[in-house]
């Protein structure tokens, strides 16, 4: 029998997308912003935000900072408290 928690979908690939599009950012630029070469920016976002890829901790931090909201909020699966956290930082 699988486990709870095995059941869960991880929530940093769907909070990203949400929090660069709410920063009004494209793939590329947000990439960019966190420090990544731009021939591969664009790339290696869409396969983080498709769960393709997960980022280290170090990238998600840095992306955290760039889109100024708490590294937290990526990995928060309860989504009316990932809202609480990201509402707060603004």
Do not use: W
């Not at 890829?53 to 990526?74: G, Q």
């Amino acid at each position: 029998m699988a486990s709870h928690a095995s059941l869960i979908e991880h929530p940093l690939p769907k909070r990203l997308r949400a929090a660069r599009e709410r920063a009004r950012l494209s793939q590329a630029k947000l990439g960019t912003l966190a420090g990544m070469d731009p021939s591969v920016a664009s790339e290696r976002m869409n396969q983080y935000e498709r769960g393709v890829h997960e980022p280290k901790f170090s990238v998600v931090a840095t992306i955290a900072a760039v889109l100024e909201v708490p590294t937290a909020y990526f990995y928060c699966v309860e989504d009316d408290l990932a809202e609480e956290l990201y509402s707060r930082a603004r």
